[in-house]
């Protein structure tokens, strides 16, 4: 309450949707992921104490900027291309809001390259009807809010659907995505959610009946755990 009294109303909800975030995961993984998410905490206030006029910073402790301000910035970054649906994630909050978000992987790109649309609606309002489904492949104009890792995006101008295809090839045989991943991470040490494209790979279970994705024939050979429940059809079961 204080904090949202002192118009930090951002950095309030993070902090109250904390709890929620670790009941996600596994009980082991728990007091590491609180440490981090409370690390995190305390850079970005520090960084907003330095630079209280940073746009990203004060996105992340205030207020966003609304979709005229963001389209009217000289400085942010625009990107026109071909972009695929990767999926979405609907989110309720403890402030009576739904989180809508919605992933796009630019198909034009060298390297993957990602777009978030975020959408915020009350609770009491009910399940909104979905303007993009996993699969969809669209031509479009993208902003992007700026920041150090530019990442959430506004629709500016969309031409039109395009066909289903193959992906390009990222080159994965030659560089480690996990690698880009922490350079990422290391720009903005305080994001909670960085996508990551994998190489090709296959999900299996452990001795505990938990489920990895294991990289085929990778030569960084990386292993990750997966936090939600797998399809048993992914799984051949």
């Not at 981090?36 to 907003?48: D, T």
């Not at 979405?88 to 390259?113: C, F, M, N, Y």
């Not at 030659?174 to 690698?179: E, F, G, I, N, Y």
Request: hydrophobic share 45%.
């Amino acid at each position: 309450a204080r904090l949202v009294d002192m118009k930090a109303t951002a950095l309030a909800g993070r902090i109250d949707e904390i709890p929620s975030r670790l009941m996600g995961l596994r009980s082991e993984e728990r007091p590491d992921a609180a440490i981090r998410e409370l690390g995190k905490l305390v850079l970005v206030a520090k960084a907003w104490r330095s630079t209280p006029g940073d746009a990203e910073l004060r996105r992340l402790v205030s207020t966003s900027e609304s979709r005229e301000q963001v389209l009217a910035n000289p400085d942010a970054k625009q990107v026109e291309s071909v972009w695929e649906v990767l999926g979405e994630k609907i989110e309720s909050r403890r402030d009576g809001l739904v989180s809508h978000s919605t992933w796009l992987l630019d198909l034009k790109s060298a390297s993957p390259q990602f777009a978030l649309l975020l959408d915020y609606f009350p609770a009491s309002a009910g399940r909104r009807s979905n303007a993009f489904t996993p699969g969809d492949r669209f031509d479009a104009r993208l902003v992007f809010y700026p920041a150090r890792q530019p990442l959430r995006a506004l629709v500016a101008d969309r031409k039109g659907d395009v066909p289903t295809g193959e992906w390009p090839d990222f080159g994965f045989h030659t560089a480690d995505p996990l690698a880009a991943h922490a350079v990422h991470q290391n720009t903005a040490p305080w994001l909670t959610d960085c996508p990551v494209m994998l190489p090709p790979g296959a999900i299996l279970l452990d001795d505990r009946g938990a489920a990895w994705w294991q990289a085929a024939g990778d030569p960084h050979g990386i292993a990750l755990p997966i936090a939600d429940t797998v399809n048993p059809t992914l799984l051949g079961l």
